[in-house]
């Protein structure tokens, strides 16, 4: 069981930049297809983005594409979303998964999730 670990969020005016952080223990993390997904209050969980254990592949939700960027360095077992362009609907809870699958499984967001870190964008 991987335990993941969040950070980076926070208050941000619009049109600004986070980056959140998440950090797995354990080992063989280069296994694990990572991803990001939010939650704002009173709505369904919400897909952002997802990467491969090697890092090749990525795809991403529909809100996320152009403005948001995954990534991971599988040497600090370390997952990152560079979110660029921040506007208030993407005021949410953050959360970060680590699927035993390959990226592109069915359904999504299998395995350990973290507890969340709050990204909240102001107009």
């Known amino acids: 069981q991987v335990q993941l670990v969040e950070s980076g969020g926070g208050l941000v005016q619009t049109g600004g930049s986070l980056r959140l952080s998440c950090v797995a223990s354990?080992?063989?993390?280069?296994?694990?297809?990572m991803g990001w997904f939010r939650q704002a209050p009173g709505k369904e969980r919400e897909f952002v983005a997802v990467?491969?254990?090697?890092?090749?592949?990525?795809y991403y939700g529909n809100s996320a594409k152009g403005r948001f960027t995954i990534s991971r360095d599988n040497g600090k077992n370390t997952v990152y979303l560079q979110m660029n362009s921040l506007k208030p609907e993407d005021t949410a809870g953050y959360y970060c998964?680590?699927?035993?699958?390959?990226?592109?499984?069915?359904?999504?967001?299998?395995?350990?999730w973290g507890q969340g870190t709050q990204v909240t964008v102001s107009s």
């Open positions: 354990g080992r063989m993390f280069s296994t694990y297809t």
């Open positions: 990467i491969s254990g090697n890092g090749d592949t990525q």
């Open positions: 998964n680590a699927d035993p699958r390959p990226v592109g499984s069915r359904p999504m967001g299998l395995g350990s």
